[in-house]
């Protein structure tokens, strides 16, 4: 069993910065693919941006492009998330994943969820 915690939300305004991490723990997160999703009050939940075992990014959001950067940590078993110039449109649950690659990953996730932490951007 893997699990997930996410740390770092909260509220800022727009323009502001927010680092997110997410620890593992229960396995050998170092072999696992990663990612970050996020749900808007009302919306559907989205992929935000991914990254492969070795630490190189798989997939950013073009929304989100230019401004918000992944990284992992394997050595720590964390993922980060570093959101610069925080618009209001970025307000929601952003939750990581974690598990073995899979082709559908971007509606799905992978095997594992954290519980998410609640990022809300004032403008």
């Known amino acids: 069993q893997v699990h997930l915690v996410e740390s770092g939300g909260g509220s800022v305004q727009a323009g502001g910065s927010l680092r997110l991490s997410c620890a593992a723990s229960?396995?050998?997160?170092?072999?696992?693919?990663m990612g970050w999703f996020r749900q808007a009050p009302g919306k559907e939940r989205e992929a935000v941006a991914g990254i492969n075992p070795s630490g190189t990014p798989s997939y950013v959001a073009a929304s989100v492009k230019g401004r918000f950067t992944i990284s992992r940590d394997n050595a720590k078993n964390t993922l980060y998330l570093d959101m610069n110039s925080l618009e209001s449109e970025d307000t929601g649950v952003y939750s990581c994943?974690?598990?073995?690659?899979?082709?559908?990953?971007?509606?799905?996730?992978?095997?594992?969820w954290g519980q998410g932490t609640q990022v809300t951007v004032s403008s």
């Open positions: 994943t974690a598990g073995a690659w899979r082709d559908d990953w971007l509606d799905r996730g992978y095997q594992f």
């Open positions: 229960g396995y050998t997160s170092s072999s696992a693919c």
